[in-house]
């Protein structure tokens, strides 16, 4: 049962732009919070943008460049990713942090981002 699929990844060159979206069951969306992940090459899994309550968190490293947005009915999660660098270039997944189940987090499959120089 695929509960969160993203979409949009690819190849652009370092100044360019992409955007990212992920549908999502409305159960999750609703009542998860929802965010964006990403794990580059030989590193580890860590937070890109994420909802939380009524705010937004955003990584350093990304901030000014990354804006994180949702739309309901239908639920789709976004991430508008402007001024790409090479540092970018990582496995983008789209995640369901739901304090009420265990595991607490839901993943998508991922999604390939390349930025090339």
Do not use: H
Request: glycine share 12%; with cysteine; net charge positive.
């Amino acid at each position: 049962q695929v509960q969160l699929m993203e979409r949009g990844g690819g190849s652009v060159q370092a100044g360019g732009s992409l955007k990212l979206s992920c549908s999502a069951a409305g159960g999750i969306f609703l009542t998860c919070e929802m965010g964006w992940y990403r794990q580059g090459p030989g590193k580890q899994r860590d937070l890109v943008a994420r909802y939380n309550g009524q705010s937004i968190e955003y990584a350093d490293s990304v901030k000014g460049r990354f804006t994180i947005s949702r739309n309901y009915d239908p639920n789709i999660l976004y991430l508008q990713m402007n001024n790409l660098r090479t540092e970018d270039t990582a496995v983008y997944y789209c995640a369901a942090e739901c304090s009420f189940r265990t595991p607490r987090y839901i993943w998508g499959q991922g999604t390939q981002v390349t930025v090339s120089s």
